[in-house]
Nanobody
């Protein structure tokens, strides 16, 4: 199984970026997907989640109304659209997959995800 995250980069505050995560060798439509991020010296934190069918999405309070997660099961891909970026959004962003059997259990728990991507760096300048 591979999760390949891409789309990171350097952007000014107030700008936008779109992160993509492509899954391979995974029964993608049976896995819910999440995005996490980790800033230097900080713990990995939950950013966003989309259920296996795409019918449910959840967000960390810090990104609500700015970030939007979506998935395309036909293309085995999940996207995180990030708008109105702030310097505090600077981090390495990781996509992760957890089996649909977890249902609606807390999506913010990293331990419920079985597969992780390699991360993509997002840097927001002030």
């Amino acid at each position: 199984v591979q999760l390949q995250a891409s789309g990171g980069g350097l952007v000014q505050a107030g700008g936008s970026l779109k992160l993509s995560c492509a899954a391979s060798e995974l029964s993608f439509s049976t896995y819910s997907m999440g995005w996490f991020r980790q800033a230097p010296g900080k713990e990995r934190e939950f950013v966003a989640f989309v259920s296996w069918r795409g019918g449910s999405a959840r967000y960390a309070d810090s990104v609500k109304e700015r970030f939007f997660i979506s998935r395309d099961n036909a293309r085995n891909m999940v996207v995180l659209q990030m708008n109105s970026l702030k310097p505090e959004d600077t981090a390495v962003y990781y996509c992760a997959a957890r089996h649909s059997l977890y249902g609606s259990s807390d999506p913010a728990l990293p331990g419920t995800y079985v597969y992780w991507g390699q991360g993509t760096q997002v840097t927001v300048s002030s």
